[in-house]
């Protein structure tokens, strides 16, 4: 069924050009403005955000916390939920109680620094994600193409280990992110063993930093100053 659409703010001039292109392309003023339409649509369908945000947490109260809400904000807006990391952890298996796919591949080899190191070198631990997101995104191309709503706990166990070699895999994402939302948690006694630098380098490797306080959630800012910037007011 077709419907009348009308379309206010054109002026005369606006008009009189539109007239005289389709005239010469011998379409009407309709067909013009029906394409445009089209193409805009089609351009938001494609345009599918790909965001990768870092999230800080310190215990599994806040973070079991957060996890309800997005659980519930993710239904709302019809979200593809999924998630990776070590199935012995409280967060992973609030998430799988809630109905979000495990794209964890197993056997899982990353639980402690131990393990990490007798069992998997860098080249196997990038294979081993490669494949996990390769498995996430197999799934949620069966799923009518719903935007993702991710949550990777499996880079806090990297990180356990290094967290330059964490941030090695940030970047791979990085360069063939996955449409929609990415969110890579990592514990902040993980990140208190690091280096300074290795941690502003994670810090710039995402679109947003944002930090857990009991149930509050902090947006943190994050911006290279002069040394002389100490001193001003």
């Not at 005369?12 to 050009?17: A, F, M, R, T, Y």
């Not at 445009?36 to 947490?57: E, F, G, N, S």
């Not at 659980?71 to 709302?76: G, H, I, Q, S, V």
């Not at 992973?92 to 402690?112: A, F, N, V």
Request: proline share 2%; glycine share 4%; with cysteine.
């Amino acid at each position: 069924m077709t419907h009348d659409l009308l379309i206010r703010g054109f002026d005369d001039e606006i008009h009189l050009q539109l007239g005289e292109l389709a005239k010469e392309k011998g379409v009407s003023i309709n067909s013009i403005v029906k394409d445009a339409v089209d193409k805009w649509l089609k351009q938001q369908q494609t345009d599918i955000p790909k965001k990768h945000y870092l999230l800080i947490y310190s215990d599994d109260d806040s973070i079991l916390g957060l996890l309800k809400s997005m659980d519930r904000l993710a239904k709302e807006n019809n979200l593809f939920r999924c998630f990776c990391g070590p199935s012995s952890a409280t967060s992973t298996k609030l998430l799988s109680k809630l109905k979000w796919y495990d794209g964890t591949i197993t056997p899982y080899y990353y639980g402690t620094k131990k393990t990490i190191k007798q069992n998997q070198n860098q080249k196997d631990i990038i294979n081993y994600f490669n494949k996990v997101m390769e498995n996430i995104i197999t799934t949620a191309n069966n799923t009518n193409d719903k935007q993702l709503c991710c949550i990777d706990f499996f880079i806090n166990d990297i990180a356990k280990s290094s967290i330059h070699q964490a941030s090695i895999f940030e970047k791979a994402y990085d360069n063939s992110r996955i449409p929609g939302l990415m969110y890579c948690a990592y514990k902040t006694e993980t990140l208190l063993h690091s280096k300074i630098k290795d941690i502003i380098e994670l810090f710039e490797g995402h679109d947003q930093v944002f930090i857990l306080k009991d149930d509050d959630v902090y947006k943190l800012h994050i911006t290279k100053e002069n040394v002389h910037k100490l001193f001003l007011n």
